[in-house]
Each structure stands twice: as C-alpha cells, then as structure tokens.
C-alpha cells in the first residue's frame, strides 16, 4: 500500500499575499555540454564541464504558497545534461520551467558559470597550451520574450603608451651621455643596444581583462572559441600558456607594438564586435591591474543598442 505523502506546497497559503519576482535555487552543481573548437580544426566538439547552475520561475499567484523546486532542478538534470547548451537549447529549458508550473509562473531565467578551458597555440614555436576563460551562460524568457547571454573573461597584457614614452627618453639622454660628441659607426651602436645601459628603462605593463557580454539570437549555435578569438584578435597582446624564448620575445614585440591605454583596449574590443552581426548587443569592461598604482584602470563601453545593457561602472568588477 503507497502511504500518501503530505505537500505542503500545495496547502492554502494563509500569510501574507504578494507575487514574488523569482523563486528558485542557485548554486546548483551540473555537468553541462558546450561545444568546444578543436586546434587547427574548424569543427566542434561537445565537452563536459562542471558548472554552477541558477534556476528560477516568478510566482505570480499570490494565493499560493510557492513553486515546485524539484521540478526545476529535474528539468536541468533532464535537459541540460544531455545536449550541448545553446540559445534554442535555454530557450528550450525555460518554456518547460513554466509549463510546469502553469498556472504559478510566466517568467523564467536560467544560468550555468563554468570554466571553458581551451588549447591556444604559441606564438611562435611549434607549442600549445590550456587556457582558462571564465564563462557564464543565461536565459530569461519573460511575458514570451526570449533573452539569452554569454559573458566571458579574457586576459591580455597592456602596456602603457605614456610609459613607454618616459622610458625612450631616458634611452636616449642614455645614449647621449655615453656618446657625445663621438663619431659613431653602425657596429657601435648596434653592440651598445644590446648592453643593460641600452635600455635602461622599461615601461610598465600588467596584466589585464576585458570582460564582455554578448547577447545573442536564438539559433542552435554557440561558439564560445569565436568570441574569444574576436577579442583576442582585437587586443594583439593575448596570456600565453606555453612559452619558449622565441615565444616571450614575440610576446615583447606585441607589447611594444600595441600601446594601450584602457580607453584604448576599450575601443578595439568594441570596434571588432561592432563589425560582427552575431551580437544583438554587448557590453565591454576593460581592467588594468596597474604594475604602477595600488589600483586599477577601466574602460567601459557599449554598443549603444535602445534599450540594450547600460553602462553602470560598478557592473562585474572581478577584483
């Protein structure tokens, strides 16, 4: 004989009444699916990785006591596991977040952060290596109409234009109190560059992130390796996982080549984006860990969309 269980969910609510904007759970542990690039391949894989996953519905009864937990948390077991997540895969998700809870619930919003890990040739030698690109996924379908984000983190190095200014200066006051005066061949200049009293004063650089959101149409694509490559491609100066001399110089040489202020980086990332038609729209936030100040330089910026992501400067301050 089945014992009957008691819901207490489903009891007559005698509190206070009011609808609540969002009920649900956070921190729920989930091994997702995305699609991942493959090195020197333009093919995609589905990857399994650990994510935190938040999961809610509004309550729009206010006669009723709450929603239905479990049945959000079956859902993603169900439906998040299974498939690699894209748009229509979120969306997907959210419809059956409120047709099952018809009746309680017409807004639904969904979100996975996991670390997307990706091999990232060397710049020079014949070498790759991981790298770690914080990612969050999120979807919100309210009164019918359907949003989804991807956000992510990319580091890069930045050096600073006006410090490298200040330091050719000091290598060329360099060069004139060791050689005025002189008749001087090309061998004896070539041979003192390459001295410590060559360069005798370095920029500062540090390293730096720009953190982008992006929303994105439904469609069953999404292709996290090209948003890192745009930005990336936009920076020049991208972290390097695996690092042979040849590599650390090159390294060097994209730093002197790509002179950035925070408003610079700011600028590139948002003129790269703008000529994708991927983005509905995006919000750009460019941190400079300063080697100079105790503290940080930042640049934000948006596409400028009606009523799309404001510019809030307090928005996802990673430090």
């Not at 699609?35 to 309550?59: F, G, H, M, P, T």
Request: glycine share 4%; hydrophobic share 35%.
């Amino acid at each position: 004989m089945t014992k009957h269980m008691p819901d207490i969910a489903c009891q007559p609510h005698h509190g206070p009444k009011g609808k609540l904007n969002w009920v649900g759970m956070s921190g729920i542990e989930l091994p997702i699916l995305v699609k991942q690039a493959q090195a020197d391949n333009e093919n995609l894989i589905d990857v399994r990785l650990s994510s935190k996953a938040q999961a809610y519905v509004s309550l729009d009864d206010p006669q009723s006591k709450g929603i239905h937990m479990s049945r959000l948390y079956l859902l993603l077991d169900q439906m998040a596991t299974q498939e690699s997540l894209t748009p229509n895969r979120v969306n997907a998700i959210l419809d059956k977040f409120i047709e099952s809870h018809h009746g309680l619930s017409a807004n639904a919003f969904v979100e996975f952060k996991f670390d997307y890990y990706e091999r990232r040739r060397s710049l020079k030698s014949d070498n790759s290596g991981w790298k770690h690109y914080p990612t969050t996924l999120r979807g919100e379908l309210r009164d019918g109409q359907f949003e989804c984000e991807m956000s992510i983190s990319v580091p890069y190095s930045s050096t600073c234009p006006c410090s490298a200014a200040l330091s050719r200066q000091l290598i060329q006051e360099a060069f004139e109190a060791q050689f005025a005066d002189q008749q001087l061949d090309y061998k004896t200049v070539v041979e003192w560059l390459g001295t410590p009293e060559g360069i005798n004063a370095t920029p500062h650089s540090q390293r730096s992130y720009a953190q982008v959101k992006v929303k994105v149409a439904q469609s069953d694509h999404l292709d996290i390796s090209t948003l890192i490559n745009h930005i990336e491609d936009a920076l020049q100066t991208p972290v390097q996982a695996t690092v042979k001399r040849e590599d650390e110089q090159e390294f060097a040489r994209l730093n002197a080549t790509n002179l950035m202020f925070c408003e610079d980086a700011s600028r590139r990332v948002q003129a790269k984006l703008d000529e994708s038609s991927e983005y509905l729209d995006f919000w750009i936030r460019v941190n400079h860990l300063e080697s100079l100040h105790p503290h940080d330089a930042v640049a934000i910026v948006t596409k400028g969309v009606q009523n799309g992501y404001i510019d809030e400067p307090n928005l996802m301050d990673p430090m």
